[in-house]
Every structure is written in structure tokens, then in C-alpha cells.
């Protein structure tokens, strides 16, 4: 009669533990990869509260559409596998009490969300006015740079041409600017001017939530450049 021994009954635990543990092993690695982040983004809806920006023809305030292409930029991003942290995810500003030196406090809790997230790109969203009325088309700004200049560069190339060739059938440049938020930190930083509520062709497309949803698809398709190209 074959005896099976307690080193054999132990053995074969350990075998078939091994195997159970195989397809699981696999399956959380595989998990975990499609988990792992490809970088952090601060995404910065301008303005808020009592400050609305710059306010369209039809009364639209820069502030609200600043708001709605920054959510729908936040589940882009998210898309693809990017970490979002969001200055403001509603419609007040960041200020407190609407009092005495409030954008001066609006900006400065931007700064240390910023700070506290150490991004690999912080996106702020504004929308434009001009003089004149004939003035289309968004616009990448940066900072005194290389990185800001680089980032703001292959941004703009995108929205070049996915859709300021389209709608006003021309190419923009990225603009060096001296704006506190690209300015605040060292973390890679570029303002987009998402159009000119001075214009009212700009106006319409940034009121329209389906044109929102092409534009920030395309920017966090220029974030994910962006992000790659930091890892080269
Ligand atoms: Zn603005």
C-alpha cells in the first residue's frame, strides 16, 4: 500500500498553491499597469465668484465656459490614465470672503494647489477679448522657459491644426507672456486662450458644449505629447 508522507501532502499544497497563485499573479500585474499613471496635470479653470473674467455679447461669462472645457478636459485626461487635480470644480473662486485683496488670494490657493501636486503640467483655461471684433482663434501662452516655450509649442501646433485651421484658416503662434500662473511655481506651466468672446463665431463655438467636447479632446491630446515628450 502506498503511504502518503506529511512531506508529500505538503508539497502538493505547495504545488497547487503555486498554480492558483499564477493566473492571479498575471491578471495584477496586468491590473496594476493599466492603473499606473502617465503624469499628473493641474488643470486651472480661470477666474470664479465675483471675478468672471471677460464677458461675451450674449452675457456669457469667460469664468462659466472656463469651467465647463476644464470638467470636460478632467475626463480626457482621466482617459488617458492621467492625474487630474483641479483648482476649482464649481463656479466660486478660491478667494473666501469677497473682500479686500481677493484676487490677490484667489491666485495665491491656485499657487499651492499647484505646489501641494507637484504636476508635470499645469493647463490653465481662459477664454480672450479684443479691441476688435475681427480678432479669432485659440492661443497658447508661456512663461520666460525653455519647457513652458517647448510645452506651448506642440500645444499650439495641435490646435493649429485640428482647429484653428478649420475655423479661422490660419496658424497661431505661441505667445510669451507675463502671467502670474505660469510664473507662481517651476512646474511646466501654459495658459490656452480658448477664443475670443469679442468675436461672435468664437463666441458660439465656445457656448456650444459639442465644440467644448472637440476642444478638449484636442488639448488633452496635446497634453499627452507634452507628457511623453518630458520622458524623452
Ligand atoms: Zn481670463
Same mark, same amino acid.
Given at each position: 500500500?502506498?503511504?502518503?508522507?506529511?512531506?508529500?501532502?505538503?508539497?502538493?499544497?505547495?504545488?497547487?498553491?503555486?498554480?492558483?497563485?499564477?493566473?492571479?499573479?498575471?491578471?495584477?500585474?496586468?491590473?496594476?499597469?493599466?492603473?499606473?499613471?502617465?503624469?499628473?496635470?493641474?488643470? #486651472?479653470?480661470?477666474? @470664479?465668484?465675483?471675478? +468672471? *473674467?471677460?464677458?461675451? !455679447?450674449?452675457?456669457?461669462?469667460?469664468? =462659466? &465656459?472656463? /469651467?465647463?472645457?476644464?470638467?470636460?478636459?478632467?475626463?480626457?485626461?482621466?482617459?488617458?490614465?492621467?492625474?487630474?487635480?483641479?483648482?476649482?470644480?464649481?463656479? #466660486?473662486?478660491?478667494? @473666501?470672503?469677497?473682500? +479686500? *485683496?481677493?484676487?490677490? !488670494?484667489?491666485?495665491?490657493?491656485?499657487? =499651492? &494647489?499647484? /505646489?501641494?501636486?507637484?504636476?508635470?503640467?499645469?493647463?490653465?483655461?481662459?477664454?480672450?477679448?479684443?479691441?476688435?471684433?475681427?480678432?479669432?482663434?485659440?492661443?497658447?501662452?508661456?512663461?520666460?522657459?525653455?519647457? +513652458?516655450?517647448?510645452?506651448?509649442?506642440?500645444?499650439?501646433?495641435?490646435?493649429?491644426?485640428? /482647429?484653428?485651421?478649420?475655423?479661422?484658416?490660419?496658424?497661431?503662434?505661441?505667445?510669451?507672456?507675463?502671467?502670474?500662473?505660469?510664473?507662481?511655481?517651476?512646474?511646466?506651466?501654459?495658459?490656452?486662450?480658448?477664443?475670443?468672446?469679442?468675436?461672435?463665431?468664437?463666441?458660439?463655438?465656445?457656448?456650444?458644449?459639442?465644440?467644448?467636447?472637440?476642444?478638449?479632446?484636442?488639448?488633452?491630446?496635446?497634453?499627452?505629447?507634452?507628457?511623453?515628450?518630458?520622458?524623452?
Amino acid at each position: 500500500m502506498y503511504i502518503i508522507t506529511k512531506k508529500q501532502i505538503i508539497a502538493v499544497i505547495l504545488i497547487l498553491a503555486f498554480l492558483i497563485s499564477l493566473p492571479l499573479g498575471i491578471y495584477g500585474t496586468i491590473t496594476a499597469a493599466a492603473e499606473e499613471k502617465i503624469g499628473t496635470v493641474v488643470i #486651472d479653470a480661470g477666474h @470664479g465668484g465675483v471675478d +468672471g *473674467g471677460v464677458v461675451g !455679447r450674449t452675457g456669457i461669462k469667460e469664468s =462659466d &465656459i472656463n /469651467l465647463s472645457v476644464s470638467k470636460i478636459l478632467k475626463r480626457e485626461l482621466e482617459k488617458n490614465n492621467i492625474k487630474v487635480v483641479m483648482t476649482r470644480e464649481n463656479k #466660486d473662486g478660491l478667494y @473666501g470672503e469677497a473682500v +479686500g *485683496g481677493f484676487k490677490k !488670494r484667489d491666485m495665491e490657493a491656485r499657487r =499651492d &494647489i499647484i /505646489l501641494k501636486s507637484k504636476p508635470d503640467l499645469v493647463i490653465s483655461i481662459h477664454a480672450n477679448k479684443w479691441i476688435s471684433s475681427e480678432r479669432r482663434g485659440i492661443q497658447v501662452f508661456y512663461d520666460d522657459t525653455l519647457k +513652458g516655450e517647448k510645452a506651448a509649442t506642440v500645444m499650439q501646433e495641435i490646435l493649429n491644426t485640428h /482647429l484653428n485651421n478649420d475655423e479661422i484658416g490660419r496658424n497661431l503662434s505661441p505667445q510669451k507672456g507675463d502671467y502670474y500662473i505660469t510664473k507662481c511655481t517651476n512646474y511646466v506651466s501654459i495658459i490656452i486662450e480658448c477664443g475670443f468672446l469679442s468675436n461672435a463665431d468664437d463666441e458660439r463655438n465656445l457656448i456650444s458644449i459639442d465644440y467644448q467636447k472637440t476642444l478638449a479632446r484636442y488639448i488633452a491630446s496635446g497634453a499627452v505629447s507634452i507628457l511623453k515628450d518630458s520622458f524623452d
